[in-house]
């Protein structure tokens, strides 16, 4: 038996379809049926149940699945280790980051592509909901995701490192009106329509009072995103106010395109991200240069394990 057996068998499991699974492999469908088949015969066993309405394993066939994924993982260490001590690691790696902290990436991945020029890098934008999602089901191999999710998902599954706590501000347009008020205070703002991050935590929210409570009776209107380039465009062309990290508007406050409003009663108040990753997976070299570099811009010269 071959490992592409294993792999068409694999695909098929996870598809749970022949049409589906031939088209992720680029096969004929025909072709990765007599692959299945061969299989069972060098097995001697029926990987199958063909006798129920939907896709069904035998228990012979969930036993070979359970073991082929790690027969699989195995081979691809392997290879990976192997092309890395010859100094010809091709591999692949994808990321998802939710948008706030996209540019920590920057600087790391620049490293990364210059100390691996034949990889492939995929690179997810996203909520942090999402972003968990895929990494749990092995469309990307790390997330940077917003740390109070974490807990109502499955946490066993996953390894994580903490980064340090971005402080909230808020922010509008240098020609705002609110700007050339003396001393400002965050009652203020009920006045204006308000902008917040959609996954921000209701302890979080909480430390604002009823000022995002779009049942108060002098609301002035809340657009709330996932990915603060869903309303920069907003921000520069009304007197919308803005909730969000420093980190996620640099550029538009390098520029001047946007300012920080600074009320005296303003409460602390910061958000916390985390890098996570699958427990199970084997960590290749291209993972490890991303975790050491984002913990190397967060923290330079310390050395955290994970969590």
Not at 15 to 22: E, G, L, V, Y
Not at 60 to 74: I, M, S, T
Not at 182 to 204: H, N, Q, W
Not at 257 to 276: D, F, K, R
Request: aromatic content about 6%.
């Amino acid at each position: 038996m071959e490992l592409r057996h294993i792999k068409h068998f694999l695909a098929l499991c996870r598809q749970q379809s022949f049409s589906r699974a031939a088209e992720q492999l680029n096969l004929a469908q025909p072709t990765l049926s007599r692959s299945i088949q061969k299989m069972e015969t060098l097995l001697g066993v029926s990987l199958l149940d063909r006798s129920a309405g939907g896709f069904a394993l035998t228990p012979d066939g969930a036993l070979v699945y359970e073991h082929g994924e790690q027969l699989v993982k195995q081979m691809d260490a392997l290879e990976t280790a192997l092309l890395t001590l010859r100094g010809e690691y091709a591999g692949q790696i994808a990321i998802g980051c939710v948008a706030g902290q996209a540019g920590v990436l920057g600087p790391v991945l620049g490293k990364l592509m210059r100390d691996y020029p034949a990889i492939t890098l995929d690179l997810s934008l996203g909520d942090s909901e999402r972003l968990l999602q895929l990494l749990l089901v092995n469309q990307i191999n790390l997330a940077i995701v917003d740390t109070h999710l974490l807990p109502a998902l499955a946490q066993d599954e996953l390894s994580r490192l903490s980064l340090p706590a971005s402080a909230l501000g808020f922010y509008c347009r240098p020609e705002h009106p609110l700007l050339g008020e003396p001393r400002l205070y965050l009652e203020r703002l009920r006045d204006f329509p308000l902008a917040v991050p959609a996954g921000l935590a209701p302890d979080i929210g909480s430390k604002f009072g009823d000022i995002f409570d779009s049942n108060r009776h002098d609301f002035a209107g809340i657009v709330r995103f996932n990915d603060f380039r869903s309303v920069d465009a907003v921000l520069a062309a009304s007197d919308l106010v803005a909730l969000t990290t420093r980190e996620s508007i640099q550029r538009e406050l390098a520029t001047g395109a946007l300012v920080q409003l600074e009320p005296a009663n303003m409460p602390e108040a910061c958000v916390q991200y985390s890098l996570v990753w699958r427990k199970q997976a084997h960590v290749n070299p291209l993972l490890e240069h991303v975790i050491s570099g984002i913990l190397e811009q967060a923290w330079p010269g310390a050395n955290f394990p994970a969590e």
